[in-house]
């Protein structure tokens, strides 16, 4: 067993990782209570998992908080690179990016993903002027739902329903 990691207590029902923990042991530790969750609703239908990744930390907040009221099991990242480590450790249903971010930007991540991940649901907010880097890269990015910026919150959750069925 990891040290580093104490065991799930379904007495308590309070899950610790003592300090100072690794990235790793934090990861193991969601990815623990994210299959516990999904087995104690194996009977209802399955929450879908959604990582939302954008460097704009009040868009972060408000896509996420929108889909999490609306019931969505959600994760976040700040840029491409972080956004691709956490698809290596979880499943998720559904990546909402946005397009211009540095270190890695949405595209690259689209295009990552569709290759590591080929049932993995993408979608793109971005807003309406494409630099030309996009532009030349529309052919490509037909095969991402994109979602243009600024949308209402229930073009949000219609658009994640939509790229979920």
Same mark, same amino acid.
């Given at each position: ?10 007495? *308590? ?10 990235? &790793?042991?934090?990861?193991?530790? %969601? $990815?623990?209570? !994210? #299959?516990?969750?999904?087995?104690? *609703? ?10 939302? &990744?954008?460097?704009?930390?009040? %868009? $972060?907040?408000? !896509? #996420? ?31 909402i990016t946005d397009l211009i971010m540095p270190y890695m930007d ?60």
């Amino acid at each position: 067993a990891d040290p580093q990691v104490l065991p799930f207590s379904t007495d *308590t029902g309070f899950n610790y990782i003592p300090k100072p923990f690794s990235a &790793v042991a934090l990861l193991q530790k %969601i $990815r623990g209570v !994210i #299959s516990l969750k999904k087995e104690s *609703t194996s009977s209802r239908e399955q929450i879908p998992t959604v990582l939302v &990744v954008d460097d704009d930390e009040p %868009i $972060r907040i408000l !896509i #996420s908080s929108t889909l999490e009221d609306a019931g969505y099991q959600v994760f976040t990242a700040a840029n491409g690179v972080d956004a691709r480590r956490m698809c290596n450790q979880i499943a998720f249903d559904l990546v909402i990016t946005d397009l211009i971010m540095p270190y890695m930007d949405g595209f690259d991540l689209c295009v990552e993903l569709r290759h590591a991940f080929p049932d993995i649901k993408v979608m793109i907010v971005s807003g309406a002027a494409l630099p030309r880097k996009y532009a030349e890269a529309l052919p490509e990015m037909s095969r991402f739902r994109i979602l243009s910026k600024p949308f209402s919150t229930a073009d949000l959750l219609a658009a994640a329903k939509a790229a979920l069925d």
